[in-house]
């Protein structure tokens, strides 16, 4: 059964950092696509961003693009999201998904 614990939440000033690791097992990692998802309160799954299996191509809703940085570590199991220049309505609940399969989120929220 495929494992997803994501991690790397908290609450973070206006115009600050996080990275968020999702650390994945029971499948074959380098041979999968990743995505981020995010849940703000009160509304529904938003899509954030996308890798490919090797980290060449990657893609980010635009809300996200210029701030938000997706990568991975193939060799850990590990993906991440770096995040700057947070913003209060990035205020959600962040999961990754490997093929339908989801993680228990981390709560990310951004105040001041």
């Known amino acids: 059964q495929v494992q997803l614990v994501e991690s790397g939440g908290d609450l973070v000033q206006p115009g600050g950092s996080l990275r968020l690791p999702c650390a994945a097992s029971?499948?074959?990692?380098?041979?999968?696509?990743l995505s981020w998802f995010r849940q703000a309160p009160g509304k529904g799954l938003e899509w954030v961003s996308t890798?490919?299996?090797?980290?060449?191509?990657?893609s980010y809703n635009n809300f996200v693009k210029g701030r938000f940085t997706i990568s991975r570590d193939n060799a850990k199991n590990t993906l991440y999201l770096q995040m700057n220049s947070l913003k209060p309505e990035d205020t959600a609940v962040y999961f990754c998904?490997?093929?339908?399969?989801w993680g228990q989120g981390t709560q990310v929220t951004v105040s001041s």
């Open positions: 998904n490997v093929n339908g399969n």
């Open positions: 029971r499948f074959t990692f380098s041979g999968a696509g």
């Open positions: 890798i490919n299996r090797d980290g060449s191509t990657v």
